[in-house]
């Protein structure tokens, strides 16, 4: 049991209510008097050079208020990386895939601004297109950007110690290649965004985002805004993971045609234009070798990979970076070596998701290791413990695990799921699989260069020292960051998490990157738990300073003030409350001085309180290129253990068990903790069995519909066992550090162990579907 | 082309005027203010968009508002009494059920209808009845236990 009152406890959360009856505003919920609704034109063709764009029809249409194109918009290049800015909010000289944005109009209704957009007159010459990413990397493949020739959007060569040697020195070398599918995040709000230009000449935007600084500064830079005219606030966001981390097109048209219109513009992205706008997992292809000793010591690891980017660049530089340097861990490697190509395509561009760039190879080294297991004879259990890593050892990339419980995942999860009575002795068609995975804790650095902070906190008590508001630019998008601060809060200001109110999402509250590297329980709690301390230590030393005791006497907790541990003096504090506040209805009462109190005296000496706190981590990893894409001052790590049924006629899978360990550091919230890791695992199951976007031969998404292109159900998830593990971690808020990302890691690897046990066919390319491995045990039957 | 339709609306008698195209979805949210049902895609894929129509379940997106005429609804909003929640929801917040919240009012309804039909559900047929109601989440784990857990507050509700 912990000491804490507030924390390691699965307190509800504080947005519960608000959720569960309706009342939370979501963007697309808001109307305001004289909104404006906006539609965008999208291109129907994969690759054409644009001819001619004929709006006037379009904007004769009454009730239309105006059209925007590149024309009015301008050409600023604008991305993720500054490093890669490729795209223009509208295309002018060309379109690369079905879906990119050419124009876009507000009008008094939505219908209006439908009928708009189909009289919009573009004239293209269409260019052949390429929609495979091995097509794209040969010689007369059709160029999708002039300055990047080949297709090639970036490349990254890193090798640590001399890979080839050490291969050559190994006694096995086992080689594996893997290939996932294109994912949709489908997350179920789809974006939407309400810009609000006033007649200061400020911006407002109100948008389904999870990183509201991030979306301030590209709006700033691409409507030609003075940055600090721009207010991104995020209300309620259903869903993120990782797709909404990037400004879109609906944000920047919203703010450009409320700017031009003087009135408030809404959109929302239908179904489908979630699908066209994308951002979401990359196709991955990976080629590996492993060598290791006969005894099962791992030494090197050649990993090569290939994503499909799309036509634009995105989060991609960062994801290409990922697929390498996330397989340092958690594993001891001697050597390293990666080769990674992220090539242009003429399909909606990939971003982040879940699990940033590392899903893929993750899923097709933990199947290596198996296959390298069963060659020598090891429990694949055996095998990873043999080579895992503990607290304190640094992967062979420089990235230092500052806390690691993974061979406590693994204990864990082997008595959890009875493996040791299982693996080996299952009937025909029953199988057990097991992998592990770690995943950063935020990421080392911000998207952009900079110094900045990367995060900051305010907080401020209310004047009758009641409340505590804490106030942040962080982002909740449902994973339960609002709950977490307050409940850092209240912790370290030693009062009941009923008395702190989260304002958070809003760019004007403070300084914070957002919801995406898993970063905002370790940063944004840094800075909250810093403010929090300020704020406590102003009104300790206000006590000690009124009751003439030693600050070092005072301790605040669960809400009551004690000196030395006891009641103390306080007579003249509490009466003089009670007078300044006569008929209330809850007059501070008890023997102890309550927090209330001590917050109105010191607030009656000094004015508001006020308590700032910000974070950013040390400088970070090695000094080879690309070594910032990796680090993180913490890093989480989970082991699974997945349990199928395998119809060997037909190759339906059935997956009947999980068991799933997750080192998050010290739990939060125990609830949200585990609700991250379900989470994880239902993201990693779909991917693994069934979910992918579908093209035709012209480009068009085939499915772009929850119908068509399928997620879990509530009956596709089998039962979950969910164990929380909890490593000291000296560079997280009071040991805490990531839980949702980390925990999608093993799933594909997991699950598809499984499947390799219980047939004897390895999947190599997903998603695992019962065509897919009917087909296998086919071709494996007939080569026997 | 508008037309007059009646219904009850989380108790209340409504009268409005909507046209022949406009869906219960659009209805609810856009001229009712009615912004707890919530619209995850309009094609009757997601089941964010739930409200219990005659006792019934259904997609309101896939609902013409006139069809409507006549019928008695409930809404998220409608559901808890004198500012108390309903054994659901006060299950849905205790037991983690929620994140972003999104599918959260769909999935309450789908369960209320549930328990509405059958008090003592197994856990397959809970997760039966929420299967039309897609939550990327949470991996439904924490949302079938309250489910479970509030069938219970029910049934014992019922009893005293
Ligand atoms: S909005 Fe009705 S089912 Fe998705
Ligand atoms: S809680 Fe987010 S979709 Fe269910």
């Known amino acids: 049991m912990s000491d804490y009152q507030v924390l390691n406890t699965r307190a509800p959360r504080v947005d519960g209510p608000a959720k569960a009856t309706g009342q939370a505003k979501y963007t697309d919920d808001f109307k305001i008097p004289g909104m404006l609704y906006a539609s965008i034109l999208q291109s129907p063709v994969a690759h054409a050079r644009i001819l001619h764009i004929d709006a006037s029809k379009a904007r004769k249409l009454t009730g239309v208020k105006a059209v925007v194109t590149a024309r009015e918009a301008g050409l600023i290049k604008y991305g993720v990386s500054p490093a890669r800015y490729d795209e223009t909010l509208f295309a002018h000289d060309k379109v690369r895939y079905v879906g990119d944005e050419i124009a876009a109009v507000a009008a008094s209704d939505q219908d209006i601004a439908q009928e708009a957009l189909s009289l919009i007159k573009v004239d293209y010459e269409e260019l052949p297109a390429v929609f495979d990413m091995f097509e794209a990397m040969k010689e007369g493949a059709p160029q999708i950007h002039d300055e990047f020739p080949g297709n090639m959007n970036a490349e990254v060569h890193q090798e640590f110690g001399d890979t080839e040697a050490a291969l050559r020195s190994c006694d096995l070398v086992v080689d594996h290649t893997f290939i996932n599918k294109r994912q949709d995040a489908a997350f179920i709000e789809p974006h939407s965004c309400l810009a609000v230009f006033d007649h200061s000449g400020r911006l407002t935007l109100y948008t389904s985002t999870q990183v509201p600084h991030y979306v301030m500064r590209t709006v700033a830079m691409t409507l030609q805004i003075p940055v600090g005219n721009v207010r991104v606030i995020k209300p309620y966001v259903g869903g993120g993971f990782g797709p909404k981390c990037e400004a879109t097109p609906l944000e920047m048209s919203c703010g450009l045609l409320s700017k031009v219109t003087g009135q408030p513009v809404k959109m929302t992205y239908s179904r489908e234009q979630v699908f066209l706008h994308s951002r979401a997992r990359h196709q991955f292809y990976a080629e590996m070798s492993l060598g290791v000793m006969k005894d099962g010591t791992m030494v090197a690891l050649k990993n090569k990979a290939v994503l499909d980017g799309g036509a634009y660049t995105s989060f991609g530089i960062a994801t290409v970076y990922y697929s390498g340097s996330l397989l340092g861990g958690p594993y001891k490697l001697k050597t390293m070596k990666y080769d990674g190509y992220r090539v242009y395509t003429n399909k909606p561009a990939c971003g982040a998701q879940r699990g940033h760039g590392g899903v893929a190879h993750r899923a097709c080294f933990e199947q290596l290791i198996d296959m390298t297991a069963e060659k020598l004879g090891i429990d694949p259990i055996d095998m990873r413990l043999k080579n895992i890593m503990t607290t304190g050892d640094i992967t062979v990339n420089e990235l230092d695990m500052s806390s690691l419980g993974m061979k406590e995942c693994i204990e864990a999860i082997r008595s959890g799921s009875d493996w040791n009575n299982k693996k080996g002795k299952l009937p025909k068609g029953k199988g057990i699989g097991m992998a592990c995975g770690f995943f950063v804790s935020g990421a080392g650095y911000p998207i952009y260069r900079s110094d900045t902070y990367h995060s900051t906190v305010v907080i401020k008590l209310s004047e009758d020292g009641g409340v505590a508001n804490v106030m942040t630019g962080s982002a909740e998008i449902g994973q339960g960051s609002d709950t977490t601060m307050a409940m850092i809060a209240a912790e370290t200001l030693g009062i009941k998490l009923k008395d702190v109110q989260v304002h958070s999402g809003d760019t004007d509250y403070s300084v914070d990157l957002g919801a995406y590297s898993s970063r905002q329980t370790l940063m944004t709690g840094h800075a909250t738990k810093e403010a929090a301390e300020q704020v406590k230590s102003q009104i300790a030393s206000h006590l000690s300073e009124e009751l003439n005791v030693p600050v070092s006497s005072i301790t605040f907790a669960d809400g009551i003030v004690k000196f030395d541990g006891g009641p103390g003096n306080f007579e003249k504090l509490r009466s003089s409350y009670i007078k300044e506040h006569r008929g209330w209805m809850d007059p501070p009462t008890g023997e102890y001085l309550t927090f209330r109190e001590a917050a109105r005296m010191a607030y009656l000496k000094a004015g508001t309180i006020v308590g700032t706190g910000k974070y950013k981590p040390p400088r970070l990893g090695g000094s080879y290129k690309g070594a910032a894409v990796g680090t993180s001052p913490a890093y989480g790590c989970s082991a699974q253990i997945v349990e199928v049924t395998v119809d060997l006629e037909t190759g339906q899978i059935t997956i009947d068990r999980m068991t799933d360990a997750h080192d998050c550091g010290l739990a939060i919230n125990r609830t949200s903790v585990e609700g991250q890791m379900q989470g994880s695992l239902s993201m990693g199951l779909g991917e693994c069995l069934f979910e992918e976007v579908k093209f035709d031969s012209r480009g068009r998404v085939l499915n772009p519909s929850l119908g068509e292109y399928k997620i879990p159900t509530a009956l596709d998830m089998p039962k979950v066992k969910s164990i929380i593990v909890e490593s000291s971690e000296p560079n997280g808020p009071y040991g805490a550090k990531e839980v949702g990302e980390g925990a999608i890691m093993p799933t594909i690897p997991a699950i598809l162990n499984a499947i390799y046990d219980a047939t004897g066919v390895r999947v190599n390319e997903l998603p695992a579907t019962s065509e897919r491995l009917f087909m296998a045990l086919k071709d494996k039957s007939e080569a026997v | ?160």
């Open chain 2, 1 to 160: 082309m508008k037309r007059i339709i009646k219904l009850t609306i989380n108790g209340k008698t409504i009268e409005a005027a909507v046209s022949s195209n406009q869906t219960l979805l659009q209805f609810l949210r856009e001229d009712m203010d009615l912004t707890g049902t919530k619209h995850g895609c309009g094609l009757g894929d997601c089941g964010a968009c739930t409200v219990i129509l005659d006792g019934k379940a259904v997609n309101s997106c896939l609902v013409l508002a006139v069809q409507a005429d006549g019928s008695e609804i409930l809404t998220i909003e409608g559901l808890a009494e004198d500012g108390k929640l309903h054994p659901l929801q006060q299950a849905f917040v205790d037991k983690g059920a929620i994140q972003c919240g999104f599918c959260t009012p769909g999935m309450i309804l789908s369960a209320k209808a549930l328990l509405d039909e059958k008090p003592n559900p197994s856990e397959l047929e809970i997760r039966t009845a929420i299967s039309g109601n897609l939550c990327r989440c949470t991996g439904y784990q924490k949302i079938v236990e309250a489910i479970g857990e509030a069938a219970e507050v029910v049934r014992m509700r019922e009893e005293s």
